[in-house]
């Protein structure tokens, strides 16, 4: 009976493969288009591309300074925007039409003070970005024209922010996006974690807070969205990853409340809902300790051996169900459903 049970848990659980990058640089954004394309992105200005599935990837030329960009969000095969991190005007967002052959500089900051997040996008034309607060207002822009113009959000359109309140650099997914116009942004680092939510794609926000530990170097460094209502955030404290305390919660309400569950195994960095065309697969969570994987909309857990990575994407649509994780060292694996 156990084997019988073992053999089962084997053939439910996701397959990894290790692939060849060609890089060294710590890779903390993925995104996946489908089962060929895929883009990645991380420290030293890197940049990556397959266009066969991850047999190879090709190192693309953005920029000739030294840049670290935490976040990639590929529209489609050929159209993707980078955002780098850093103060002042090391934070950026390039755009690419052609797969990568050029690049275009969409955004530079000029503030000091501003140091920005992650993006994440509607539709080609239609995005948002998150940076840290600056002095207790939230940084948070929008784009209607696919990043031809970046607006700040004016304050008096957002509740106030906490002391030190900001959104972890770590996987590029502390911002979620559900249909034409809901969207909701994880924050950490202050004394409260909390989440951010418009339904108006930006106009207006409402803030809650959650269950989630929080602190300095604690708090929600991850959160996905299935629908409109349910949604999951993951976290932890970056120096203590092996810990798993008060790092993971749901929504089924749209954000309003959260409730707090066990069950990962330790700081995790992101979490992202699998799903295969209309039908819920699961929920995976990933970490540079490893992976959790949920077959019961987060209910239990089971522990995937060889998953340490910092980000994941799934690719969009129907069979075959395939996926990117990436992280340290210029890892890059594939994980087939």
Do not use: C
Not at 3 to 23: C, D, K, N
Not at 235 to 249: I, S
């Amino acid at each position: 009976m156990m084997l019988v049970l073992t053999i089962a848990v084997l053939l439910q659980a996701p397959q990894f493969t290790p692939q060849t990058s060609g890089v060294k640089a710590r890779l903390r954004g993925i995104s996946a288009v489908n089962a060929r394309v895929a883009w990645a992105s991380g420290a030293d200005s890197t940049v990556l591309r397959t266009t066969d599935g991850g047999t190879t990837w090709r190192k693309l030329n953005v920029t000739s300074e030294q840049l670290d960009f935490r976040d990639v969000d590929a529209i489609d095969e050929q159209t993707a925007f980078v955002l780098a991190i850093g103060n002042g005007p090391a934070s950026r967002i390039y755009k690419t039409s052609d797969g990568g052959a050029t690049w275009m500089l969409q955004f530079k900051n000029e503030d000091p003070r501003v140091f920005l997040d992650a993006m994440s996008f509607w539709d080609a034309n239609h995005g948002i970005a998150i940076g840290d607060s600056v002095e207790g207002k939230f940084y948070i822009m929008t784009t209607e024209n696919g990043g031809g113009a970046w607006k700040r959000v004016p304050a008096t359109s957002l509740p106030p922010a906490l002391e030190n309140e900001g959104a972890f650099a770590a996987s590029g997914t502390n911002i979620a996006i559900v249909g034409k116009s809901h969207a909701w942004i994880a924050t950490g680092a202050a004394a409260k974690s909390r989440v951010l939510r418009t339904t108006d794609r930006g106009l207006t926000w409402k803030v809650v807070g959650t269950p989630i530990a929080s602190g300095p170097t604690s708090g929600i460094f991850s959160i996905s969205f299935r629908d409109e209502k349910h949604g999951v955030v993951v976290g932890g404290d970056y120096r203590k990853e092996g810990d798993a305390v008060d790092n993971l919660a749901f929504t089924e309400d749209g954000g309003e409340t959260w409730k707090l569950r066990e069950g990962l195994s330790g700081y995790r960095s992101v979490v992202a809902y699998v799903r295969s065309g209309s039908r819920m697969m699961g929920i995976m969570a990933v970490g540079p300790t490893g992976a959790d994987y949920s077959r019961d909309d987060g209910r239990t857990w089971t522990l995937i051996e060889g998953l340490k990575f910092d980000t994941l994407s799934i690719a969009r649509g129907r069979q075959p169900l395939i996926g990117w994780a990436a992280g340290a060292n210029g890892s890059i694996g594939k994980v087939t459903f």
